[in-house]
Each structure stands twice: as C-alpha cells, then as structure tokens.
C-alpha cells in the first residue's frame, strides 16, 4: 500500500538555526499538506501546496517557513530560525485532486518531531 | 464556539462493548468529514470518510446530521486495538485544509 514517508523521524536543533523537514508524498497524489502537533494539543493545519504553489496557508505559517518542492518527488518544509514554540510533531499529508473524484481524503506521513533547544 | 467540538473521554470500557462518540462543528459549509484514529505519538490514520446518508465499515459506523452540523462514530464490538484516541475532521468549507477536534480517547480493557 502506497504511503507518505518522512525524513528524519527526529530533529533537534538550537534556537535560531535553520531545519529542513522532508516528505515524499504519496505518487499519484497532487496536493501536498503541513500539519503540526504540539505535544498534548490538536493536529492544526499549516499550508497546503498544489500545482506548484502556496493554495492556503494558516496564521501560524509566518514568514519564517516555506514549502517547496524541489524535485518530482520530495516535498520540503523549511523554518529559517527556529524558536523553542516551534518544537512539535510535524506531519506531511497528501491527497487526490477533487477533479479526479477525491473526497480530500489525506494521508499523513509517520511525522518529524522536532525539537529547538 | 469551538470549530470541531468532542468530549476529551477517556471513555473506558469492556471488550466486547458497543461505544458512541459524537462531535460538532460550526462551519455550516464544511463539505468533507472524517473520522481518523491516533495512537500515542503516531500520525491520524484515516479509519473513515463519513457520508450523509451514513455509512458503515464492519464494526464502525459514522452518521452526518448536516443540520445540526453534528457527527457521530459507533464502534460495536470493541477489541483491545481499538484503544486510541479518535479525531473528528472536517475540511474548512470549500478548502482543502482540514479542522481537527482534540479527540476522543477511547480505553478498552479486557
């Protein structure tokens, strides 16, 4: 069964540095999601990216992130200067296009906890 | 109000038990609803999509009342591998994004 890998599983950086969390999304899937989970809290919605672009982002995804998708298969997500709120479980999603018929079912990767120190 | 509302649980009960958990929302155009699972510091898991007319996937069933913007998720028969916490989502209107509730732990015991 396909599935969305996530690399790596675990991240620990100071505060200020920069952390690059990768994702290969499921293969016939053409939206690509970020998501975190801070420990004891809801999974909240960061950006989602389709068509090569940003098509939502949340107030949480400031400046300081960006998404990007390098090649025809990783999908990034990129915090300039970390601080300690940051620190968090991050999961990467993906989904079929509504066009296809796709109900937005997304599936989650196994998520990068990060850690800022 | 809340965007996806559930009781926190924990909601402990016997093998074998039938166990309900319900959830609102409050964004009347919400289009997609789902019912995901989430075990101890894994990702959601999608256990099930949740259609107006209902819908049923061997022991679970979801129910939508799109008028009351409310949802349910029954588990007859619960097994020991049901213990998780179960999170309502629900898209936000007409966008990709979804809205997860805090979940609903569910503890069966033998």
């Known amino acids: 069964e396909p599935e969305v890998t996530q690399t790596p599983s675990h991240q620990v950086t100071q505060m200020g540095q920069e952390v690059i969390l990768r994702c290969v999304p499921i293969?016939?899937?053409?939206?690509f999601y970020w998501y975190r989970q801070i420990l004891g809290q809801k999974v909240e919605f960061l950006v989602s990216f389709y068509n090569n672009e940003i098509s939502e982002k949340s107030e949480i995804f400031d400046d300081q992130f960006s998404v990007e998708r390098p090649d025809g298969s990783n999908f990034t997500l990129k915090i300039r200067s970390t601080k300690l709120e940051d620190s968090a479980m991050y999961f990467c999603?993906?989904?079929?296009?509504?066009?296809?018929?796709?109900?937005?079912?997304?599936?989650f990767g196994p998520g990068t906890r990060l850690t800022v120190l | 109000r809340k965007e996806v509302e559930q009781d926190p649980g924990p909601f402990n009960v016997p093998e074998g038990a039938t166990v309900a958990f319900n959830c609102t929302y409050s964004n009347s155009a919400s289009q997609s609803f789902f019912w995901y699972r989430q075990d101890c510091r894994k990702e959601p898991k999608l256990l099930m999509s949740?259609?107006?007319s209902g819908n049923e996937d061997g022991r679970f069933t979801a129910q939508l009342n799109r008028a009351s913007q409310y949802i349910s998720l029954l588990i007859r028969d619960s097994k020991l591998s049901d213990s998780a916490t179960y999170l309502c989502v629900v898209n936000a209107g007409g966008y990709n994004k979804l809205i997860f509730g805090a979940g609903t732990r569910l503890a069966v015991h033998p």
């Open positions: 999603a993906s989904s079929e296009p509504r066009q296809s018929g796709g109900r937005n079912e997304q599936f």
């Open positions: 293969s016939n899937h053409l939206y």
């Open positions: 949740v259609y107006s």
